[in-house]
C-alpha cells in the first residue's frame, strides 16, 4: 500500500500532470489554500459529508490537528474544481491499472 500512494504521490505533484490537467494554463498559478495536488487529494479521499466539514477534517488529517479547521470556504473548493479537468482521475486510474 505504501508504494501505491508514493506512486500516486509522484504522479500527482509532477509539474507535467498538473499541466496536462488545467483546463487553463493560467490556472493553478497562484498560491491558493488549495493548491492542484491537495484538490487531487481531496476528492480521492472521495467525501461522504457537508463539503464544509470534509474540508475541515482533510486539514485537520494534513496537518496532524487536534481540532479541525477550515482549509478553504465551499465556495473557494467549487471555483477550484471548475479549473481541474476530470481527465486527471481517469489517467491516474489508468496508471495504476498499467
Request: proline share 5%; with cysteine; glycine share 2%.
Amino acid at each position: 500500500m505504501p508504494d501505491l500512494i508514493d506512486f500516486l504521490k509522484n504522479i500527482v505533484e509532477s509539474e507535467p500532470f498538473c499541466n496536462r490537467h488545467k483546463k487553463r494554463p493560467q490556472d493553478f498559478t497562484r498560491n491558493r489554500a488549495l493548491p492542484f495536488h491537495q484538490l487531487i487529494y481531496f476528492f480521492v479521499n472521495m467525501p461522504r459529508a457537508a463539503y464544509e466539514t470534509e474540508l475541515c477534517n482533510f486539514k485537520k488529517a494534513l496537518d496532524r490537528l487536534d481540532i479541525a479547521e477550515a482549509i478553504a470556504t465551499k465556495g473557494a473548493l467549487t471555483k477550484a474544481r471548475e479549473k481541474l479537468d476530470h481527465q486527471a482521475f481517469i489517467e491516474m486510474n489508468q496508471r495504476i491499472r498499467n
